[in-house]
């Protein structure tokens, strides 16, 4: 049984520290992620919430709030996403939307209660032009008091720091799954490509958001091998969203899996609780497919340290616990937005 975080070694990305020396981060392997997966239930969970509890308020959840800013058409092939274009799945295309609209969904979250709001754009990466508009969102959604967030795909030079100037507090861009597993899910682009974003992002100073799916059909091992990549981030993501697929008719994630949860419920609050011991200092937001888990599982993953969610009534193109339905849940279980 791992009882102990796993050795210290020389972090993959060996960034000097003051002195000149490479910096020695702990590092975790895809085995010693696999073995948390492997403890009983219980272990696994009252070792989450020591963890939680030393790095984080037992009973606090921060709200973000997600709007889609420019919605489907997109050229990419990710098989989980109801917005590529070659995926006939209803989504149309539509234009990117404009600054006063956004911000007043902006001032409508903030009036709900969320602390965070995240504009993401079904976009391969902007153009230097598609990001005009979004600087200016992103200067009108920080002066509202919130934080702001952005997940445009791919960013190239300069884009990274024209966003950080504009105030972006969060970068969301995924790994979505494991390296083994990304090119059964992706053919359109590699997981390096997704680490060349990390790094600009890192680079500008904005703080990384960076999580994935599970229920694609892939393995425990698999769930354990992200997990060790993201824990392995030097330093790792301060935002780790961890979806539970959203199965989209006319996605060929859909086709392959009939629209059945392909993975098991308590399996997915244990993703939850491994994310927690491996990222004690992240927040774990419990992301996509809460409206298909129900309360007591969600109960669940809250209790395995969760400590966000996505707030309001849809996520980009799918739906969401309304927000009476979560003020009621965490009612229940004594939780308070942070
Ligand atoms: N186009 C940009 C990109 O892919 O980086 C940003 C938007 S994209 C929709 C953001 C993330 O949403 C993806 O990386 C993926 O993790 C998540 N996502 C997309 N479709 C999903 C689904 N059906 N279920 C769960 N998560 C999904
Ligand atoms: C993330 O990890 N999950 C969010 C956000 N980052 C952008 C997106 C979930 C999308 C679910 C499918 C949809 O609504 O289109
Ligand atoms: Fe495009 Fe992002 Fe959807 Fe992939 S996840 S198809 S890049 S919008």
Same mark, same amino acid.
């Given at each position: 049984?791992?009882?102990?975080?796993?050795?210290?070694?020389?972090?993959?990305? &060996?960034? =000097?520290?003051?002195?000149?020396?490479?910096?020695?981060? !702990?590092?975790?392997?895809?085995?010693?992620?696999?073995?948390?997966?492997?403890?009983?239930?219980?272990?696994?969970?009252?070792?989450?919430?020591?963890?939680?509890?030393?790095?984080?308020? !037992?009973?606090?959840?921060?709200?973000?709030?997600?709007?889609? +800013?420019?919605?489907?058409?997109?050229? /990419?092939?990710?098989?989980?996403? !109801?917005?590529? @274009?070659?995926?006939?799945?209803?989504?149309?295309?539509?234009?990117?939307?404009?600054?006063? *609209?956004?911000?007043?969904?902006?001032? *409508?979250?903030?009036?709900?209660? @969320? #602390?965070?709001?995240?504009?993401?754009?079904?976009?391969?990466?902007?153009?230097?032009?598609?990001?005009?508009?979004?600087?200016?969102?992103?200067?009108?959604?920080?002066?509202?008091? $919130? /934080?702001?967030?952005?997940?445009?795909?791919?960013?190239?030079?300069?884009?990274?720091?024209?966003?950080?100037?504009?105030?972006?507090?969060?970068?969301?861009?995924?790994?979505?799954?494991?390296?083994?597993?990304?090119?059964?899910?992706?053919?359109?682009?590699?997981?390096?490509?997704?680490?060349?974003?990390?790094?600009?992002?890192?680079?500008?100073?904005?703080?990384?958001?960076?999580?994935? +799916?599970?229920?694609?059909?892939?393995?425990? &091992?698999?769930?354990? @091998?992200? +997990?060790?990549? $993201? *824990?392995?981030?030097?330093? =790792?993501?301060?935002?780790?969203?961890?979806?539970? $697929?959203?199965?989209?008719?006319?996605?060929?994630?859909?086709?392959?899996?009939?629209?059945?949860?392909?993975?098991?419920?308590?399996?997915?609050?244990?993703? +939850?609780?491994?994310?927690?011991?491996?990222?004690?200092?992240?927040?774990?937001?419990?992301?996509?497919?809460?409206?298909?888990?129900?309360?007591?599982?969600?109960?669940?993953?809250? $209790?395995?340290? *969760?400590?966000?969610?996505?707030?309001?009534?849809?996520?980009?193109? #799918?739906?969401?616990?309304?927000?009476?339905?979560?003020?009621?849940?965490?009612?229940?279980?004594?939780?308070?937005? @942070?």
């Amino acid at each position: 049984m791992l009882d102990h975080p796993p050795s210290t070694r020389a972090s993959a990305a &060996r960034t =000097p520290a003051a002195g000149g020396e490479p910096r020695r981060m !702990p590092r975790w392997s895809t085995d010693d992620v696999a073995a948390l997966f492997e403890l009983p239930f219980s272990d696994l969970l009252f070792r989450a919430q020591q963890v939680h509890r030393a790095h984080h308020a !037992p009973n606090a959840v921060q709200l973000s709030t997600l709007l889609s +800013i420019k919605t489907g058409g997109c050229p /990419e092939d990710c098989g989980y996403c !109801p917005q590529a @274009a070659r995926h006939h799945t209803g989504v149309a295309s539509g234009p990117v939307l404009d600054v006063g *609209a956004v911000l007043d969904a902006a001032r *409508a979250a903030k009036g709900a209660g @969320a #602390t965070r709001f995240c504009m993401g754009a079904a976009w391969r990466g902007p153009k230097d032009r598609d990001l005009e508009p979004v600087l200016d969102m992103v200067r009108g959604v920080k002066a509202l008091g $919130l /934080e702001t967030c952005c997940t445009l795909g791919m960013l190239r030079d300069g884009q990274a720091e024209s966003l950080a100037a504009a105030g972006l507090d969060y970068y969301n861009h995924n790994l979505d799954t494991s390296p083994e597993f990304y090119g059964e899910i992706v053919t359109t682009r590699g997981q390096d490509d997704r680490l060349d974003t990390l790094a600009r992002v890192r680079e500008a100073g904005i703080r990384v958001c960076c999580g994935g +799916i599970v229920g694609m059909g892939e393995s425990r &091992r698999a769930r354990a @091998a992200l +997990i060790a990549q $993201l *824990a392995s981030l030097d330093p =790792p993501p301060e935002s780790v969203p961890i979806n539970h $697929l959203v199965q989209v008719e006319g996605t060929p994630l859909h086709a392959k899996l009939h629209g059945e949860s392909a993975i098991d419920p308590l399996e997915f609050v244990r993703t +939850i609780a491994v994310a927690r011991v491996t990222m004690p200092a992240s927040t774990v937001r419990l992301s996509a497919g809460r409206r298909e888990l129900g309360e007591a599982v969600q109960a669940l993953c809250f $209790l395995a340290g *969760a400590n966000s969610v996505f707030y309001g009534d849809r996520l980009l193109t #799918t739906g969401n616990p309304d927000v009476g339905a979560d003020r009621a849940l965490f009612a229940k279980l004594g939780i308070a937005p @942070a």
